[in-house]
């Protein structure tokens, strides 16, 4: 590498060389650098710097990606890693302690090794205890919240941890020996003098310089001459360093942004610096700072040249070894587990009666044909297993999925680990990899460059319980869950900017509302030339007060230039990583607290681990949909007083497939999206393979180039096909001549030019620009072309043909998912479809209980009443803490969780004071439970209290009302949530947990509306709307009826002329019509032409209706959308043969403006107006 | 002028909703010949600063116009 940076042409000013920054910051260092180590890398290269360290504040987030740019770097720059560690030293008792940092070099791996154990000791790895307080065991081995934000190493912990790293005593005027000298008086010099005299002693005396920085600002030469003097009188070396934050001087801004937000201050931030000086320095700048010591610039260069290139990670030793089994005995262990797995799997393989070939009269049709078929692919599979020595990581897995059994918790396997038969008999995953044509090099081969994965989906409730018990079984060599990069979004970087601007919170809201997350090349048209003019210029922003832009100037720039920016380290909770054999995790990577109790997390992304590192990481995935079928399961065994497996339903049952054929698949997993629904309605499943296909084929690319309409069509013999060759024929007839799975392309390729199914792997990797490093540019691909025609044509096949054939995969190829992905998935879809068709209102409870999919609790209640599941109000002495079922698995009931604002401990008082006695009246129900006057408000508004109405302390025939029984709130003490652990409110939250009110690509939802809706007037009357409304805003249900369903509004709505959502769907070709409907989503996904296009669902009493918005309509209308909640829609019903139905809005209207204009009107009681 | 006794720069006060509260600058420290100590600002300093390198050779000579050395300060 650093022969070849030799060659290099270097810019004229490379003479200043060798010098190398040795204390740089990125954005990994949180909360003040700006620059990812990509652009520094990029910098450091175009000044003609051969050699670049990295060294973020109390973290080693970014090496990967930083040892990743470096070697890409075109002629090759040299990665030097360290880190900048924050140090707290006491220098008088009873004062506080002293901070400032250091910079570590690693100059070898056991350097590297020593500054992963020194930053894991230190950010709150369990059972360090902080020597100067930062946290104690009492706090549960780890971190305070303050502790984790700002973290400090006592000296101690540094000095065990010294071994082969280079050691620079911070920049001026922060880094710690100048703080100690010239802030804190006598006493402090004296202890700098300490410090470097230990500091000599444990890391050596060559290995400790005084660093000397300039950051241009008021009396930093007088500063440097100090730190120098000292340096002199003790003989330590010196050494020049550049001390960067960012890339450009410009760049400053954002820095102190990034800080004051880190402090939750305004601008300016704590330790405040006035400069822009602390950015990439040129060769030729720091030579000019620094041309009077000579003795420093030299000392930066030796830096360099011990520490450059030390440190290389990745390679096959990463991997993992399983408790209890090494080498030999894992091996061992696995095939065991494989063959005892297979006996279950495959019984009849098993079985001593076959004929003489070998051929298995009782294996189903189309899964193996003999048992020497099966041997032969197991003993396959797992010789690759041991030459990769991934042994250990599938005895992990194995044990993963143990532990989840042994708790009774739903688990099954995903993604291309399902190709492999090894997996399958060790229960891992679900689909039979021979029936389904799944080939197991797509999931592992010798010649693929990154690990491969195994994931499971576990339920989303028990997932921590699982994980837990198999981190605590690894937690002596090591495991942690990865991290992830969080960057900001455009809405994210309003609220940073506006906070450090020092706007409050009420303003900062008002500020960020609506704008969206990101701007995306398609949304912006050719005239707009910032994306504020596209974002400004969308409906969704109509009256925004950003439209002030010259009031917000310097607000709207900084959010821009925020963007996209490094903002904190986030948690990927699901993906572990566990310590490679012989070795202990916290050697290979810095671990720290995450922030959840117990729960360690290495500094590492999630991809960099993988990709970089090459450790394979094991997914324990929170799955919703396990959640909601564990739920029903439970309800079903309860119904039939036998235990039901939700996840093992009776293979190809007819109404199953007849509720999936017929489109109204909410609830179904994977095919519940409208896209799915329309599809379903044409594909016409009948089998577990057909919904596989229309898994694979529901995604943007196959959605973008339209393979969906072929297949279609094919599948329902309404278009001949034929595939290129008849040798192809069992590859492809499955599918209909069209190439939908990579592993079709795999096989293709090999059966066709006698590559190998590794090599041909490669292939479809170089094809779709897969990972690995293999996408190759267009000679690599012309290359690849000829080498497979060549190849073809030497067996015997026509140029012509072969030449066809590749360019059939060429086209196909890239928007080719995995089949064995498609499969797992597939299996889940049928187990929930076979609930809804079999016990609905479990079914149904248990999606309500678990919400797993894109649509609100209040559509979920609406299709079970559809399918004639009854709903029964909420009940203070019927309702569980759930949804639950009576009436004989016919009839649902409201649970008390759904009550807006009704904290967890709340709910079990409730729950069990009730058992205890009744509750007789209000004041009862607030003297017995944690329950508040507030949410006595909201019980009774949501219907919980009719009951009280009722009560045995009323006369015959006498019923209080909802508003009296207000009123009787009124003579209650008031009662307010305290501070008393466990009162935390039940969150309704959006299903992807954003927190920022609306989800992506949704600006305006049912789950915004909730968060929206106002708080109802007490003094009202409580008519049989207001009801109504006031149960939609407590419960965010229609518990009584459909909002639309009632004679009067279906008057207002005929005389309006509005056709039922499930009439337009039958009507004709270019008819023109007129619906109605609340709103569930809006979305505007990717498309061919790539022109904005908007899809908006919404919901009558006869079901759901999704409508095409294009860009004309959307920009005259679509301000509507985001200023009410139900809409008037008229548009033109389009029935294409081949892309089915679609309903084209031309014009859009709020429904209650719309009906204020017909007599005896009345008002839709949801929206942003109700 | 005897001596220029320490040079560096101001960045700061940006986020000020008055221009007048920002500061971008450099200053010198200079002893004139009579013994006093004054500092002297260069405005305009950051012109030169935003090359595609983020360095420049000439960012503290460089100003726009109307740039000029002021007297900000004296030293007791």
């Given at each position: 590498?650093?022969?070849?940076?030799?060659?290099?042409?270097?810019?004229?000013?490379?003479?200043?060389?060798?010098?190398?920054?040795?204390?740089?910051?990125?954005?990994?260092?949180?909360?003040?650098?700006?620059?990812?180590?990509?652009?520094?890398?990029?910098?450091?290269?175009?000044?003609?710097?051969?050699?670049?360290?990295?060294?973020?504040?109390?973290?080693?987030?970014?090496?990967?990606?930083?040892?990743?740019?470096?070697?890409?770097?075109?002629?090759?720059?040299?990665?030097?890693?360290?880190?900048?560690?924050?140090?707290?030293?006491?220098?008088?008792?009873?004062?506080?302690?002293?901070?400032?940092?250091?910079?570590?070099?690693?100059?070898?791996?056991?350097?590297?090794?020593?500054?992963?154990?020194?930053?894991?000791?230190?950010?709150?790895?369990?059972?360090?205890?902080?020597?100067?307080?930062?946290?104690?065991?009492?706090?549960?081995?780890?971190?305070?919240?303050?502790?984790?934000?700002?973290?400090?190493?006592?000296?101690?912990?540094?000095?065990?941890?010294?071994?082969?790293?280079?050691?620079?005593?911070?920049?001026?005027?922060?880094?710690?020996?100048?703080?100690?000298?010239?802030?804190?008086?006598?006493?402090?010099?004296?202890?700098?003098?300490?410090?470097?005299?230990?500091?000599?002693?444990?890391?050596?005396?060559?290995?400790?310089?005084?660093?000397?920085?300039?950051?241009?600002?008021?009396?930093?030469?007088?500063?440097?001459?100090?730190v120098e003097e000292l340096a002199r009188r003790h003989g330590v070396p010196t050494v020049a360093t550049g001390e960067v934050a960012y890339l450009y001087p410009e760049d400053h801004r954002l820095s102190e942004v990034l800080a004051a937000a880190r402090h939750l201050s305004p601008l300016p931030p704590p330790l405040y610096r006035p400069t822009d000086r602390l950015y990439l320095r040129s060769p030729g700048r720091i030579a000019r700072l620094f041309h009077d010591r000579p003795e420093a610039l030299q000392s930066a260069a030796e830096i360099a040249g011990r520490c450059e290139g030390a440190v290389r990670l990745g390679g096959n030793s990463m991997l993992p070894e399983a408790n209890g089994y090494a080498g030999a005995e894992a091996r061992k262990r696995l095939i065991s587990l494989t063959i005892r797995g297979a006996r279950r799997r495959y019984p009849a393989a098993f079985e001593t009666s076959r004929n003489e070939a070998g051929a298995l009269p009782g294996v189903l049709p189309g899964v193996f044909s003999s048992q020497a078929e099966l041997t032969k692919r197991l003993k396959r599979e797992l010789s690759v297993i041991f030459t990769l020595g991934f042994e250990g990581y599938f005895l992990i897995a194995r044990e993963a999925a143990e532990i989840a059994w042994e708790m009774n918790v739903p688990v099954t396997g995903r993604g291309s680990a399902a190709n492999s038969v090894v997996a399958h008999a060790l229960h891992l995953t679900q689909p039979e990899p021979f029936g389904e044509r799944l080939v197991f090099e797509r999931f592992m081969n010798e010649k693929r460059s990154d690990p491969p994965d195994i994931d499971l989906d576990v339920c989303s409730e028990l997932r921590d319980g699982v994980r837990g018990e198999l981190m605590r079984r690894y937690e002596k060599s090591g495991v942690a869950v990865a991290a992830t990069a969080n960057t900001l979004s455009l809405r994210g970087a309003v609220r940073m900017a506006a906070r450090s601007l020092g706007y409050t919170s009420k303003e900062t809201d008002e500020l960020a509302r609506n704008v969206p997350r990101h701007i995306r090349d398609r949304d912006q048209p050719d005239g707009a030339s910032s994306e504020w003019d596209v974002a400004l210029?969308?409906?969704?922003?109509?009256?925004?007060?950003?439209?002030?832009?010259?009031?917000?100037?310097?607000?709207?720039?900084?959010?821009?230039?925020?963007?996209?920016?490094?903002?904190?380290?986030?948690?990927?909770?699901?993906?572990?990583?566990?310590?490679?054999?012989?070795?202990?995790?916290?050697?290979?990577?810095?671990?720290?607290?995450?922030?959840?109790?117990?729960?360690?997390?290495?500094?590492?992304?999630?991809?960099?681990?993988?990709?970089?590192?090459?450790?394979?990481?094991?997914?324990?995935?929170?799955?919703?949909?396990?959640?909601?079928?564990?739920?029903?399961?439970?309800?079903?065994?309860?119904?039939?007083?036998?235990?039901?497996?939700?996840?093992?339903?009776?293979?190809?049952?007819?109404?199953?497939?007849?509720?999936?054929?017929?489109?109204?698949?909410?609830?179904?997993?994977?095919?519940?999206?409208?896209?799915?629904?329309?599809?379903?309605?044409?594909?016409?499943?009948?089998?577990?393979?057909?919904?596989?296909?229309?898994?694979?084929?529901?995604?943007?690319?196959?959605?973008?180039?339209?393979?969906?309409?072929?297949?279609?069509?094919?599948?329902?013999?309404?278009?001949?096909?034929?595939?290129?060759?008849?040798?192809?024929?069992?590859?492809?007839?499955?599918?209909?001549?069209?190439?939908?799975?990579?592993?079709?392309?795999?096989?293709?390729?090999?059966?066709?030019?006698?590559?190998?199914?590794?090599?041909?792997?490669?292939?479809?990797?170089?094809?779709?620009?897969?990972?690995?490093?293999?996408?190759?540019?267009?000679?690599?691909?012309?290359?690849?072309?000829?080498?497979?025609?060549?190849?073809?044509?030497?067996?015997?096949?026509?140029?012509?043909?072969?030449?066809?054939?590749?360019?059939?995969?060429?086209?196909?190829?890239?928007?080719?998912?995995?089949?064995?992905?498609?499969?797992?998935?597939?299996?889940?879809?049928?187990?929930?479809?076979?609930?809804?068709?079999?016990?609905?209102?479990?079914?149904?409870?248990?999606?309500?209980?678990?919400?797993?999919?894109?649509?609100?609790?209040?559509?979920?209640?609406?299709?079970?009443?559809?399918?004639?599941?009854?709903?029964?109000?909420?009940?203070?002495?019927?309702?569980?803490?759930?949804?639950?079922?009576?009436?004989?698995?016919?009839?649902?009931?409201?649970?008390?969780?759904?009550?807006?604002?009704?904290?967890?401990?709340?709910?079990?008082?409730?729950?069990?004071?009730?058992?205890?006695?009744?509750?007789?009246?209000?004041?009862?129900?607030?003297?017995?439970?944690?329950?508040?006057?507030?949410?006595?408000?909201?019980?009774?508004?949501?219907?919980?209290?009719?009951?009280?109405?009722?009560?045995?302390?009323?006369?015959?025939?006498?019923?209080?009302?909802?508003?009296?029984?207000?009123?009787?709130?009124?003579?209650?003490?008031?009662?307010?949530?305290?501070?008393?652990?466990?009162?935390?409110?039940?969150?309704?939250?959006?299903?992807?947990?954003?927190?920022?009110?609306?989800?992506?690509?949704?600006?305006?939802?049912?789950?915004?509306?909730?968060?929206?809706?106002?708080?109802?007037?007490?003094?009202?009357?409580?008519?049989?709307?207001?009801?109504?409304?006031?149960?939609?805003?407590?419960?965010?249900?229609?518990?009584?009826?459909?909002?639309?369903?009632?004679?009067?509004?279906?008057?207002?709505?005929?005389?309006?002329?509005?056709?039922?959502?499930?009439?337009?769907?039958?009507?004709?070709?270019?008819?023109?019509?007129?619906?109605?409907?609340?709103?569930?989503?809006?979305?505007?996904?990717?498309?061919?032409?790539?022109?904005?296009?908007?899809?908006?669902?919404?919901?009558?009493?006869?079901?759901?209706?999704?409508?095409?918005?294009?860009?004309?309509?959307?920009?005259?209308?679509?301000?509507?959308?985001?200023?009410?909640?139900?809409?008037?829609?008229?548009?033109?019903?389009?029935?294409?043969?081949?892309?089915?139905?679609?309903?084209?809005?031309?014009?859009?209207?709020?429904?209650?403006?719309?009906?204020?204009?017909?007599?005896?009107?009345?008002?839709?009681?949801?929206?942003?107006?109700? | 002028?005897?001596?220029?006794?320490?040079?560096?720069?101001?960045?700061?006060?940006?986020?000020?909703?008055?221009?007048?509260?920002?500061?971008?600058?450099?200053?010198?420290?200079?002893?004139?010949?009579?013994?006093?100590?004054?500092?002297?600002?260069?405005?305009?300093?950051?012109?030169?600063?935003?090359?595609?390198?983020?360095?420049?050779?000439?960012?503290?000579?460089?100003?726009?116009?109307?740039?000029?050395?002021?007297?900000?300060?004296?030293?007791?």
């Open positions: 590498m650093r022969e070849a940076g030799a060659l290099k042409a270097k810019p004229a000013f490379a003479s200043f060389a060798p010098f190398a920054h040795l204390h740089v910051r990125s954005g990994f260092s949180y909360g003040f650098g700006t620059a990812t180590p990509e652009e520094l890398v990029a910098g450091a290269s175009r000044m003609g710097y051969s050699s670049l360290a990295l060294t973020d504040r109390d973290g080693m987030y970014g090496v990967p990606r930083f040892l990743a740019a470096c070697s890409r770097e075109e002629g090759g720059l040299s990665p030097i890693v360290g880190a900048e560690v924050t140090i707290e030293v006491t220098v008088q008792l009873r004062k506080p302690c002293v901070r400032g940092h250091l910079v570590l070099l690693a100059y070898s791996m056991s350097g590297y090794a020593s500054l992963c154990k020194l930053i894991t000791a230190y950010r709150g790895y369990r059972g360090y205890r902080g020597y100067m307080g930062a946290w104690t065991k009492e706090q549960g081995g780890q971190p305070s919240p303050s502790g984790r934000r700002d973290p400090a190493c006592d000296l101690r912990a540094l000095l065990e941890h010294a071994e082969d790293l280079i050691c620079l005593t911070g920049a001026v005027p922060h880094g710690l020996l100048p703080r100690l000298m010239l802030g804190e008086g006598t006493e402090g010099l004296g202890k700098a003098r300490y410090l470097l005299a230990t500091l000599r002693e444990a890391f050596g005396a060559d290995n400790v310089y005084v660093e000397l920085s300039d950051d241009e600002t008021a009396g930093s030469r007088r500063r440097i001459r100090a210029s969308s409906p969704a922003m109509r009256g925004h007060p950003l439209q002030d832009r010259r009031r917000y100037a310097l607000l709207l720039e900084l959010a821009t230039k925020l963007e996209g920016r490094l903002s904190q380290a986030g948690t990927h909770t699901g993906g572990l990583v566990f310590a490679p054999k012989g070795m202990k995790l916290s050697e290979v990577a810095s671990l720290e607290a995450s922030g959840t109790r117990g729960l360690v997390r290495c500094q590492f992304d999630k991809d960099d681990i993988e990709g970089v590192l090459g450790m394979p990481k094991l997914d324990l995935l929170g799955l919703r949909t396990h959640t909601s079928l564990r739920k029903a399961g439970e309800l079903v065994s309860k119904k039939l007083g036998r235990r039901m497996d939700p996840l093992s339903p009776p293979p190809d049952d007819r109404e199953t497939y007849r509720l999936i054929r017929s489109g109204s698949t909410v609830g179904i997993f994977q095919l519940e999206s409208p896209g799915q629904q329309s599809l379903q309605r044409r594909l016409g499943a009948r089998r577990i393979s057909d919904i596989t296909a229309g898994v694979a084929l529901f995604r943007p690319g196959p959605l973008t180039a339209d393979m969906v309409t072929p297949y279609v069509l094919r599948r329902n013999g309404l278009e001949p096909y034929e595939v290129p060759l008849k040798e192809l024929d069992d590859i492809l007839r499955p599918t209909y001549g069209c190439l939908i799975y990579q592993e079709q392309l795999m096989s293709v390729a090999s059966r066709l030019s006698g590559i190998t199914l590794a090599e041909s792997d490669m292939l479809r990797r170089a094809m779709t620009g897969g990972g690995g490093g293999d996408g190759g540019g267009a000679a690599k691909m012309r290359a690849l072309a000829r080498r497979f025609v060549d190849k073809a044509v030497g067996r015997g096949v026509p140029s012509e043909k072969a030449r066809e054939v590749y360019g059939f995969l060429e086209g196909f190829g890239r928007y080719g998912f995995s089949a064995a992905h498609a499969a797992s998935f597939a299996h889940i879809s049928y187990a929930t479809a076979y609930m809804l068709a079999h016990h609905p209102a479990e079914a149904y409870a248990g999606v309500l209980n678990a919400r797993p999919g894109m649509y609100s609790p209040r559509v979920i209640l609406n299709e079970a009443r559809r399918r004639g599941v009854k709903i029964l109000g909420p009940n203070l002495h019927l309702s569980e803490r759930e949804f639950s079922v009576e009436g004989d698995g016919r009839a649902l009931r409201v649970g008390l969780s759904y009550c807006r604002g009704l904290s967890k401990r709340a709910v079990s008082d409730i729950l069990i004071e009730r058992g205890k006695k009744p509750f007789v009246s209000v004041a009862d129900l607030c003297g017995r439970t944690s329950v508040t006057t507030g949410d006595l408000e909201n019980l009774i508004g949501g219907g919980f209290l009719d009951d009280l109405g009722r009560g045995p302390g009323l006369g015959q025939g006498q019923v209080r009302t909802r508003r009296e029984l207000i009123s009787d709130i009124q003579a209650l003490p008031r009662k307010k949530r305290g501070s008393t652990r466990g009162q935390e409110e039940i969150p309704i939250e959006h299903p992807e947990g954003t927190s920022e009110g609306s989800p992506e690509g949704s600006p305006a939802s049912w789950w915004a509306l909730r968060q929206r809706s106002p708080v109802r007037e007490l003094a009202g009357a409580f008519s049989a709307e207001d009801r109504e409304r006031e149960e939609l805003r407590v419960l965010g249900l229609n518990v009584g009826s459909h909002p639309l369903s009632k004679g009067r509004y279906h008057n207002a709505l005929d005389a309006l002329g509005v056709v039922s959502s499930g009439e337009i769907l039958s009507l004709a070709h270019g008819s023109r019509a007129r619906a109605a409907g609340i709103l569930e989503s809006l979305q505007s996904p990717p498309t061919k032409s790539g022109r904005p296009i908007w899809f908006l669902q919404t919901e009558d009493t006869t079901g759901l209706l999704q409508s095409t918005i294009f860009e004309g309509v959307y920009k005259r209308h679509g301000h509507v959308l985001y200023e009410s909640g139900a809409y008037l829609l008229d548009g033109r019903v389009e029935q294409d043969p081949r892309r089915g139905f679609s309903f084209v809005v031309e014009k859009i209207r709020a429904l209650d403006e719309a009906l204020s204009v017909v007599p005896n009107k009345v008002g839709i009681s949801v929206g942003m107006g109700a | 002028m005897v001596r220029v006794i320490e040079r560096w720069r101001e960045v700061g006060g940006w986020w000020e909703q008055d221009d007048n509260r920002s500061v971008d600058r450099l200053v010198i420290r200079v002893e004139l010949s009579d013994g006093a100590v004054a500092d002297l600002a260069w405005a305009g300093a950051r012109t030169g600063a935003r090359t595609a390198t983020g360095d420049s050779s000439s960012d503290n000579t460089k100003g726009g116009a109307g740039d000029a050395w002021r007297l900000v300060g004296l030293v007791d």
